[in-house]
């Protein structure tokens, strides 16, 4: 019987990279610098999300009052400057996996809500720039996720049926996307609590890519 999944298609951020916290540090004191302030909560609510989304979404918490273009401008600067410093953490798991797919010789994908340059500028900062010779980014796509549009793209440029690549994403939004997409799903959850509709939707469960490596090589040891 043959493996469920022939191909990965992996998220960017808060999945291979733990750049989260860094993007909600720079909205934070972007927002601040403006004289707005909002709970902690909604950051959480934006995780995997496009940058047009989280823009709609302050606009819609703050008003037309909210000078949108300034807090992207400084959110922009702020960021920058925090990962030109700091660098880019990679999550834990994330060589383990790289070496299970090349382990098994399965072909694998980034695709992420960022813009391309944007992404290829993060992975540098990591030191992954060679990681990813497959890259779906949301200026290469019509709709960015939720929309299923990323990762069709990727299953076209990875010529494996959807249905045949396997998912990883840290987000609800990237859940949606998958499940629309209708790609089989691992969901590892980068904040807590756990959201309740992708941890239902999701097809598999798990804590981080360390599971997801022994995961993947014990499907192809003892197939689905």
């Known amino acids: 019987m043959a493996c469920r999944f022939k191909a990965v298609i992996c998220d960017m951020d808060g999945l291979v990279l733990d750049s989260e916290p860094t993007y909600v540090l720079a909205w934070q004191q972007a927002v601040a610098a403006l004289g707005f302030a909002v709970e902690p909560g909604f950051w959480a609510d934006l995780s995997g999300c496009s940058g047009k989304t989280v823009s709609a979404s302050l606009l819609d918490c703050f008003g037309g009052g909210f000078d949108i273009r300034r807090f992207q401008q400084l959110s922009a600067d702020y960021w920058a400057a925090y990962v030109q410093e700091n660098g880019i953490a990679v999550k834990p798991g994330f060589f383990a996996l790289m070496d299970v797919l090349a382990q098994r010789d399965l072909p694998y994908c980034l695709a992420t809500n960022s813009p391309l340059s944007a992404a290829q500028q993060c992975l540098q900062w990591a030191g ?12 290469m796509v019509t709709a960015a996720k939720p929309a299923p549009d990323i990762f069709l793209r990727a299953a076209v440029d990875l010529a494996c049926p959807i249905q045949q690549c396997l998912v990883l994403e840290d987000s609800p939004v990237g859940i949606r996307a998958a499940v629309a997409a209708g790609a089989p799903c691992v969901f590892v959850p980068s904040f807590k609590p756990v959201d309740t509709w992708a941890a239902e939707h999701a097809t598999y469960l798990l804590d981080d890519l360390q599971q997801v490596a022994d995961f993947i090589s014990a499907s192809q040891d003892h197939p689905l």
């Open 128 to 139: 992954l720039s060679q990681a990813f010779s497959c890259i779906v980014a949301a200026d």
